[in-house]
């Protein structure tokens, strides 16, 4: 079973920057997209960032200009630079990769935006 392994969240003062990142447990064959998505307590999951196979890449409006999404196909690895965040950013920020018809999902990693 491929696990999808998150790390590098935390607290930060607003301002600040963080950079999370996600492993796949073993290799994944024909990934199509890898992506972060976040939940903030008593709102439903939304789409943060996605970057597909080929490198085209899509954000929401809110993290525009400040969050960066990159990966290592190689590695089977997504990151995501946080920057300028804001209080509104503090969520649990879970990753996802597609590979055809198999979906997997990371299991979380809270990021809190606070002074």
């Known amino acids: 079973q491929v696990q999808l392994v998150e790390s590098g969240g935390g607290l930060v003062q607003p301002g600040g920057s963080l950079r999370l990142s996600c492993a796949a447990s073993r290799i994944i064959f024909r990934i199509t997209a890898m992506g972060w998505y976040r939940q903030a307590p008593g709102k439903q999951r939304e789409l943060v960032a996605t970057?597909?196979?080929?490198?085209?890449?899509n954000y929401a409006d809110a993290v525009k200009g400040r969050f960066a999404i990159s990966r290592d196909n190689a590695k089977n690895t997504v990151y995501l630079q946080m920057n300028s965040l804001k209080p509104e950013d503090t969520a649990v920020y879970y990753c996802n990769m597609i590979a055809g018809v198999r979906d997997y999902w990371g299991q979380g990693t809270q990021v809190t935006v606070s002074s």
């Open positions: 970057v597909t196979s080929g490198g085209s890449t």
